[in-house]
C-alpha cells in the first residue's frame, strides 16, 4: 500500500449472467474506467446447468488486467475492492479450500423430484416450506447427497460466487446473509426443527455471515497479475447482484420497487415490514426488507425473437428501433415468456412461452411489442402480488439493467404497471452499488442510505399514461388466463420431450 494516494477509487465487480463488469469508481460517483467482458459459458443440459468456477476467477483477473492497462495512473490508487455477483448458484468447497465438482449456475433444474420429496417431509408450519423448490439451495445439496454421495462428503462450505472471487483474493471463507437466506432460513427458527438437519445437510455448509460493508480480509500474497501488485488491500464483503443494483438504484427505501432487466428480471418492492405472499421471496435486507425476486426472464428475450427474425446481425438497440419505427396491427398479441421455466411467481421449470392471437396479419414488430409487453405483464403480476401483501401501492419503480436503456420499454413498464418508472444516470447499478459497499465500508460514507443520497441520481422520470394502464389492464387479465390455461400442456409437452430422450 506503500505510495498510494488517499483519494483514490474503488474496484467496484458485478459478475452477471452474461456478462462480467468491471469499474474504478471515485467517492464521487465518477466512473474513471470501465470494462466488460462476456461471462464464461456455462454447460447446460437435461435440466443441469453447471460451471467450473475458477472460470469466474480466470474472468476477474482479465477484466481487472484491461482496467490496470486502460487507466494504469487510477489502478495505481487503488484503495479497495467490493464485488457483487449471481446468485441461487452454488460453488461447494472443501476442507483444503477446492472447488469439488462445477457450480450450480441459477439455471439448473434438476433438483425439482427432490425438492417435492424435500417439502412432503418438511413441517407445514415451517416458513420455509413454501420455498422449497427446484432452485433451492438445499434441494440442489440434497440432490448432491442423493447422487454424488463421495462429493457431498467431502462438502465443507457452500459459497456464492462472488464469495468464491472474495476467497480467491483474501483466502477467508465468508458470504452474508441476503446471500445466504435460503440456506439461512432453513436453521432452527422459533423452536421449529433445522431443515438442514433433517435433510441430513450438516450447519457448518454454511459459512461465516458478514455485513455486506465489512471487509471480508485483504488481498493476499501469491496472486497473479493485476493482484501481485495489491497485497495488503481491503476487501469487502457487498451481496449479491440484485442487491447491489437495487443500492445502484438509490431503490434500497421504503415504498419503492426496483426492476432490474438483464439476461434475467428482478423485480420487488421495499418496505421496513416484513410481508408474505405466494410465489414471491420475502429477503431480510437488514433495516429493510424486500418482496419479490428474481424470474428467469427478461431483457434477453429480446435478442432472442431477433434470432428468430433474423435480425440479429445488429445491435439490439438498433434493431429495436428500427422495428418500433413501424405500426403495429390493431389486435394485439399476447406473449408468455417461460423460455426457460419460471422461477417468480411460478417456480416451475416446465412452463414454456407462447405467442397467443397470431394471425396472418401479424409481423416482426407485432411480435417484439407482444415480448416486451409480456415481460413487463410479468413485473405486473409480481406487482400486484407484493402491493396486496403490503396493503399500500409503490411510490416509484426504480428501473436498471439493459432494458433500461431503451425509452420504449421504460414506458410500456409505466403503463403496464400503472406506475411511475424511473431511470438513473448509472448505466451500471450493479457496480455502483458495490463502490457504494466498499467507499461506506472504508468510512466515506456513514452508511449506505448516504451513500445512496450522494452516488444516486434520476436521469429520466415515464409516467403512466392512464387511458393505455386501463386498456393494458383487459390484456392483464388475458395474460394471467393465458398462463394458467397453458400450464397443463407446458408440463405435458416437458414431460413428452423426457419420456423421449
Same mark, same amino acid.
Given at each position: 500500500?506503500?505510495?498510494?494516494? +488517499?483519494?483514490?477509487?474503488?474496484?467496484?465487480?458485478?459478475?452477471?449472467?452474461?456478462?462480467?463488469?468491471?469499474?474504478?469508481?471515485?467517492?464521487?460517483?465518477?466512473?474513471?474506467?470501465?470494462?466488460?467482458?462476456?461471462?464464461?459459458?456455462?454447460?447446460?443440459?437435461?435440466?443441469?446447468?453447471?460451471?467450473?468456477?475458477?472460470? =469466474?476467477?480466470?474472468?476477474?483477473?482479465?477484466?481487472? !488486467?484491461?482496467?490496470?492497462?486502460?487507466?494504469?495512473?487510477?489502478?495505481?490508487?487503488?484503495?479497495? %475492492?467490493?464485488?457483487? $455477483?449471481?446468485?441461487?448458484?452454488? %460453488?461447494?468447497?472443501?476442507?483444503?479450500? /477446492?472447488?469439488?465438482?462445477?457450480?450450480?449456475?441459477?439455471?439448473? +433444474?434438476?433438483?425439482?423430484?427432490?425438492?417435492?420429496?424435500?417439502?412432503?417431509?418438511?413441517?407445514?408450519?415451517?416458513?420455509?416450506?413454501?420455498?422449497?423448490?427446484? @432452485?433451492?439451495?438445499?434441494?440442489?445439496?440434497?440432490?448432491?447427497?442423493?447422487?454424488?454421495?463421495?462429493?457431498?462428503?467431502?462438502?465443507?462450505?457452500?459459497?456464492?460466487?462472488?464469495? @468464491?472471487?472474495?476467497?480467491?483474493?483474501?483466502?477467508?471463507?465468508?458470504?452474508?446473509?441476503?446471500?445466504?437466506?435460503?440456506?439461512? !432460513?432453513?436453521?432452527?427458527?422459533?423452536?421449529?426443527?433445522?431443515?438442514?438437519?433433517?435433510?441430513?445437510?450438516?450447519?457448518?455448509?454454511?459459512?461465516?455471515?458478514?455485513?455486506?460493508?465489512?471487509?471480508?480480509?485483504?488481498?493476499?500474497?501469491?496472486?497473479?497479475?493485476?493482484?501481485?501488485? #495489491?497485497?495488503?488491500?481491503?476487501?469487502?464483503?457487498?451481496? /449479491?447482484?440484485?442487491?447491489?443494483?437495487?443500492?445502484?438504484?438509490?431503490?434500497?427505501?421504503?415504498?419503492?420497487? @426496483?426492476?432490474?432487466?438483464?439476461?434475467?428480471? %428482478?423485480?420487488?418492492?421495499?418496505?421496513?415490514?416484513?410481508?408474505?405472499?405466494?410465489?414471491?421471496?420475502?429477503?431480510?435486507?437488514?433495516?429493510?426488507?424486500?418482496?419479490?425476486?428474481?424470474?428467469?426472464? $427478461?431483457?434477453?428475450?429480446?435478442? =432472442?425473437?431477433?434470432?428468430?427474425? $433474423?435480425?440479429?446481425?445488429?445491435?439490439?438497440?438498433?434493431?429495436?428501433?428500427?422495428?418500433?419505427?413501424?405500426?403495429?396491427?390493431?389486435?394485439?398479441?399476447?406473449? #408468455?415468456? @417461460?423460455?426457460?421455466?419460471?422461477?417468480?411467481?411460478?417456480?416451475?421449470?416446465?412452463?414454456?412461452?407462447?405467442?397467443?392471437?397470431?394471425?396472418?396479419?401479424?409481423?416482426?414488430?407485432?411480435?417484439? =411489442?407482444?415480448?416486451?409487453?409480456?415481460?413487463?405483464?410479468?413485473?405486473?403480476?409480481?406487482?400486484?402480488?407484493?402491493?396486496?401483501?403490503? $396493503?399500500?401501492?409503490?411510490?416509484?419503480?426504480?428501473?436498471?439493467?439493459?432494458?433500461? #436503456?431503451?425509452?420504449?420499454?421504460?414506458?410500456?413498464?409505466?403503463?403496464?404497471?400503472?406506475?411511475?418508472?424511473?431511470?438513473?444516470?448509472?448505466?451500471?447499478?450493479?457496480?455502483?452499488?458495490?463502490? !457504494?459497499?466498499? =467507499?461506506?465500508?472504508?468510512?466515506?460514507?456513514?452508511?449506505?442510505?448516504?451513500?445512496?443520497?450522494?452516488? %444516486?441520481?434520476?436521469?429520466?422520470?415515464?409516467?403512466?399514461?392512464?387511458?393505455?394502464?386501463? +386498456?393494458?389492464?383487459?390484456?392483464?387479465?388475458?395474460?394471467?388466463? +393465458?398462463?394458467?390455461?397453458?400450464?397443463?400442456?407446458?408440463?405435458?409437452?416437458?414431460?413428452?420431450?423426457?419420456? /423421449?430422450?
Amino acid at each position: 500500500m506503500t505510495g498510494r494516494q +488517499s483519494d483514490g477509487v474503488v474496484l467496484a465487480c458485478d459478475l452477471g449472467g452474461s456478462s462480467f463488469k468491471a469499474c474504478l469508481i471515485e467517492a464521487s460517483g465518477r466512473m474513471v474506467a470501465q470494462t466488460s467482458l462476456a461471462s464464461p459459458p456455462t454447460d447446460d443440459r437435461d435440466g443441469a446447468s453447471e460451471i467450473d468456477p475458477s472460470a =469466474w476467477w480466470s474472468a476477474l483477473l482479465e477484466a481487472c !488486467a484491461r482496467l490496470a492497462a486502460q487507466a494504469p495512473h487510477a489502478f495505481a490508487t487503488l484503495e479497495a %475492492v467490493a464485488i457483487c $455477483g449471481l446468485t441461487r448458484s452454488q %460453488v461447494l468447497i472443501g476442507a483444503d479450500g /477446492n472447488s469439488l465438482r462445477p457450480a450450480f449456475t441459477w439455471k439448473d +433444474s434438476r433438483a425439482t423430484e427432490t425438492a417435492e420429496r424435500l417439502a412432503d417431509r418438511v413441517a407445514a408450519e415451517h416458513p420455509e416450506r413454501r420455498q422449497l423448490n427446484a @432452485y433451492h439451495p438445499l434441494a440442489r445439496l440434497v440432490w448432491m447427497k442423493e447422487n454424488e454421495p463421495a462429493i457431498f462428503n467431502r462438502l465443507a462450505h457452500v459459497l456464492e460466487p462472488k464469495d @468464491y472471487l472474495n476467497f480467491r483474493l483474501t483466502g477467508r471463507r465468508a458470504s452474508d446473509p441476503i446471500s445466504m437466506a435460503r440456506l439461512l !432460513a432453513c436453521k432452527q427458527v422459533d423452536g421449529i426443527d433445522s431443515l438442514l438437519s433433517a435433510a441430513g445437510v450438516p450447519d457448518h455448509v454454511l459459512p461465516p455471515l458478514l455485513d455486506p460493508c465489512d471487509k471480508v480480509g485483504t488481498i493476499i500474497d501469491g496472486l497473479p497479475p493485476p493482484f501481485d501488485g #495489491l497485497r495488503g488491500l481491503p476487501v469487502f464483503c457487498c451481496s /449479491n447482484d440484485t442487491w447491489a443494483g437495487v443500492v445502484g438504484l438509490g431503490a434500497l427505501r421504503q415504498g419503492m420497487a @426496483y426492476n432490474i432487466s438483464g439476461t434475467t428480471e %428482478v423485480f420487488g418492492v421495499m418496505s421496513r415490514e416484513p410481508s408474505w405472499a405466494e410465489g414471491l421471496l420475502t429477503v431480510d435486507w437488514g433495516a429493510i426488507s424486500q418482496l419479490g425476486g428474481p424470474s428467469l426472464s $427478461g431483457a434477453d428475450s429480446v435478442p =432472442w425473437l431477433l434470432s428468430l427474425l $433474423g435480425r440479429d446481425d445488429q445491435a439490439v438497440a438498433d434493431a429495436v428501433a428500427g422495428l418500433l419505427a413501424h405500426p403495429r396491427q390493431p389486435q394485439p398479441l399476447l406473449f #408468455l415468456p @417461460y423460455l426457460q421455466g419460471e422461477r417468480v411467481p411460478h417456480w416451475d421449470p416446465s412452463l414454456r412461452g407462447s405467442f397467443i392471437g397470431l394471425g396472418r396479419q401479424h409481423g416482426p414488430v407485432d411480435l417484439l =411489442w407482444a415480448v416486451m409487453e409480456g415481460v413487463a405483464f410479468l413485473n405486473r403480476e409480481v406487482l400486484a402480488r407484493a402491493e396486496s401483501a403490503h $396493503g399500500w401501492p409503490v411510490s416509484c419503480i426504480r428501473f436498471g439493467g439493459g432494458a433500461a #436503456l431503451n425509452a420504449a420499454w421504460c414506458q410500456i413498464k409505466a403503463d403496464i404497471c400503472g406506475r411511475p418508472v424511473e431511470v438513473c444516470a448509472a448505466s451500471e447499478p450493479g457496480v455502483l452499488g458495490a463502490a !457504494a459497499v466498499a =467507499w461506506t465500508g472504508l468510512g466515506r460514507f456513514a452508511s449506505l442510505t448516504e451513500a445512496q443520497d450522494q452516488l %444516486v441520481r434520476v436521469k429520466h422520470r415515464y409516467e403512466p399514461d392512464p387511458t393505455k394502464t386501463e +386498456s393494458y389492464s383487459t390484456l392483464f387479465g388475458l395474460f394471467q388466463r +393465458s398462463g394458467e390455461a397453458l400450464a397443463p400442456i407446458s408440463r405435458a409437452l416437458t414431460g413428452f420431450a423426457e419420456q /423421449n430422450r
